[in-house]
């Protein structure tokens, strides 16, 4: 267990409905990210915050995803009008204000049908 | 831009050892990760390399050239417990802080 929580671990939905997950980062980490994986592939960037400030945002994210860190501590991913191309483990990641190293949650499964 | 490559999977015998390679081409390179990933689970931190040289770690050593833009993990006396994949990743200083991964080495331990 790294420290880094995130919920549900499994979602399941049909397309078209709108999806949150949350992710809870070790408490004093200012930075954090969230990835998609894909079977086969290694985590893609996403998006990042230091505080609540969202700083970047990948050109994979389309208009239907938004993330918000609202108090700088927790943070969701919200994801409008699902498509089975959504279908992935999002993870996220979570780093100390002085390092590099990121610690990653258990990841939220999503099976769009 | 961002490249990474490792080999998609390998296959080595308990005791042994094995190394896992990583080529990378990174703009404002910060150093390069080893994560391990069991299936289902969350990356795991193995090592961190920012400088040239081997950095040993228990069973696990790490090497990184620079110049060469190389990497490799060395897992020694291999246990069936190390089967997982092995994901490398770059971090970049280029903008915003970022890791780019590979897509990973799935390497499975047999008897």
């Known amino acids: 267990d790294t420290g880094v929580s995130q919920d549900p671990r499994h979602k399941i939905t049909k397309r078209g409905q709108n999806v949150t997950f949350r992710c809870d980062p070790i408490?004093?980490?200012?930075?954090l990210y969230w990835y998609r994986q894909t079977l086969g592939q290694g985590p893609e960037f996403l998006t990042y915050?230091?505080?609540?400030?969202?700083?970047?945002k990948s050109r994979l994210l389309s208009d239907r995803f938004s993330a918000e860190r609202p108090k700088g501590s927790f943070s969701t991913l919200e994801i409008q009008r699902t498509e089975q191309g959504d279908s992935a483990m999002y993870l996220c990641?979570?780093?100390?204000?002085?390092?590099?190293?990121?610690?990653f949650g258990a990841g939220t499964r999503l099976s769009v049908l | 831009g961002q490249n990474i490559d490792q080999p998609t999977e390998m296959t080595a015998t308990e005791g042994a050892i094995v190394q896992i390679n990583c080529t990378y081409q990174?703009?404002?390179?910060?150093?390069l990760f080893w994560y391990q990933q069991h299936a289902g689970e969350a990356p795991t931190f193995l090592s961190y390399?920012?400088?040239?040289g081997l950095e040993e770690k228990g069973r696990f050593s790490s090497f990184l050239s620079r110049s060469k833009g190389y990497s490799y993990l060395l897992l020694k006396e291999l246990q069936m417990k190390d089967s997982a994949s092995y994901l490398c990743?770059?971090?970049?200083?280029?903008?915003?802080?970022?890791?780019?991964f590979g897509t990973g080495t799935r390497l499975t331990i047999i008897p």
């Open positions: 990641a979570s780093v100390p204000v002085a390092g590099n190293i990121q610690y």
């Open positions: 990743a770059a971090l970049s200083n280029f903008g915003n802080e970022k890791l780019t």
């Open positions: 915050f230091q505080n609540e400030a969202q700083l970047e």
């Open positions: 408490s004093e980490h200012n930075r």
């Open positions: 390399n920012v400088l040239d």
């Open positions: 990174t703009s404002g390179f910060n150093g």
